[in-house]
């Protein structure tokens, strides 16, 4: 067992090698260069934890970090972080899983690899912050593996949302459902605990999410000015994010000019959906599986919160942002994540429905060698764009709205 692991993961990590070479573009955008102005010294913005890092990095260590080249060392960090998080992440769910179960799981973290190791290596997403709010999500989700240290994940996620307000939205419904089973499964004198930790995530997230939503502008002139020149020095040819600093400091927002940007998501996604049936279908025959052998309301609950709940949080960014390539992304990432940890932790009814997906599949070979090798085609996914191939159909099929920016 612990020799065919081993193995496994030599696999992935050099399959992780090789994706960073084919995918890698060492080239850092004025989004990315400009969030890393952001600060704490300008008071509790929003956005400013990464930026803050970064700039103490500066001061602390020999050699000047506040350059471009600097942001994109620091960029190649934090993608690493991510990728190393992953791959160890990988390893602790082969090793507390049940042998029969591995064969499949290292085809689950094949596929969610072909879609994560390039995806902060490319120039659109280099540097993007949301490789450390991941970064977070794997460290709580461990912690809540191992049952060890649990009360963490409620810091851990206050964290992720002063990286980004976005983390409520885009990778916090991991850890809230993972709380929400272990509340429901638990001994009657353990569900306190974890309704607590549930409870005190959420509250603390939602404080943090409102107040950078619509409190922490500071509004101030000056502000903006010191944080556009930072921008401007550390970024590639001196440009800057201006959207991205006026919205955060001054609260304009920019999503009146996105709108037909908007459109051009709403058909790609259509056009996703339809090169990616056969996972959906999967995916559906899992979860209604899983709701079917469950037994009582609050079974039904729990396997139902699992299907839905990291769609539901996301559904907001959807219908009112048009980064679609990184939602996407995440929702692929976090599902992943939370089925591998749920193997992980023995859940029954989820090994049920592994082990008889995993017998059918294994009777079409050929099928499950497609299934395996089709994620590359969509690889690597873009920021407001979702992948290059449904970019190209959705363009020469349905057309690009005037003023969409997608390019």
């Excluded at 850092?28 to 990095?57: D, E, H, M, P």
């Excluded at 995806?119 to 490789?131: A, K, P």
């Excluded at 939602?327 to 992980?344: E, N, P, Q, T």
Aim: net charge neutral; glycine share 6%.
């Amino acid at each position: 067992m612990k020799k065919k692991i081993r193995l496994e993961m030599l696999g992935l990590i050099l399959y992780a090698a090789v994706l960073t070479a084919v995918f890698f573009q060492p080239v850092v955008g004025k989004y990315n260069t400009t969030i890393f102005a952001f600060s704490y010294r300008w008071g509790f913005l929003s956005r400013g934890l990464t930026g803050t890092v970064f700039q103490l990095l500066d001061q602390i260590l020999p050699w000047n970090l506040l350059t471009y080249r600097g942001t994109q060392i620091f960029s190649m960090g934090m993608d690493l972080l991510f990728v190393l998080a992953l791959l160890a992440f990988f390893y602790v769910c082969l090793k507390r899983s049940e042998e029969s179960l591995n064969h499949g799981m290292a085809a689950c973290m094949l596929v969610l690899s072909t879609f994560a190791f390039p995806e902060y290596v490319t120039f659109v997403n280099m540097g993007r912050i949301d490789s450390i709010m991941a970064v977070l999500t794997i460290l709580a989700v461990y912690l809540l593996i191992k049952e060890k240290w649990e009360w963490l994940v409620v810091p851990i996620s206050a964290v992720g949302v002063c990286v980004h307000q976005g983390y409520v939205l885009m990778f916090a419904g991991v850890i809230w459902v993972l709380l929400l089973l272990k509340a429901i499964d638990k001994p009657r004198e353990r569900k306190a605990k974890y309704i607590l930790l549930l409870g005190s995530s959420v509250l603390i997230c939602g404080v943090l999410f409102l107040y950078f939503n619509y409190f922490s502008h500071t509004g101030n002139q000056e502000v903006y000015d010191s944080i556009y020149e930072l921008a401007a020095s550390i970024s590639c040819d001196g440009t800057v994010h201006k959207q991205l600093i006026e919205h955060e400091v001054l609260g304009i927002d920019p999503s009146a000019d996105e709108w037909a940007t908007h459109v051009f998501n709403f058909r790609e996604i259509a056009v996703f959906a339809i090169l990616t049936i056969p996972y959906w279908l999967m995916a559906a025959a899992f979860f209604l599986g899983c709701i079917r052998q469950a037994e009582g309301f609050w079974g039904k609950i729990k396997y139902l919160a699992i299907a839905l709940g990291p769609a539901i949080l996301l559904m907001p960014d959807f219908l009112i942002k048009i980064d679609y390539g990184r939602w996407v992304f995440c929702l692929v990432f976090d599902y992943f994540i939370l089925i591998l940890a749920l193997l992980a932790c023995g859940d029954r009814i989820v090994t049920d429905q592994f082990h008889g997906m995993a017998q059918r599949l294994g009777k079409h070979r050929l099928l499950c060698v497609a299934l395996l090798i089709y994620p590359l085609v969509l690889t690597p996914m873009g920021d407001i764009w979702i992948t290059k191939l449904s970019k190209i159909i959705t363009s020469i099929v349905l057309g690009i709205p005037e003023g969409a920016m997608i390019f």
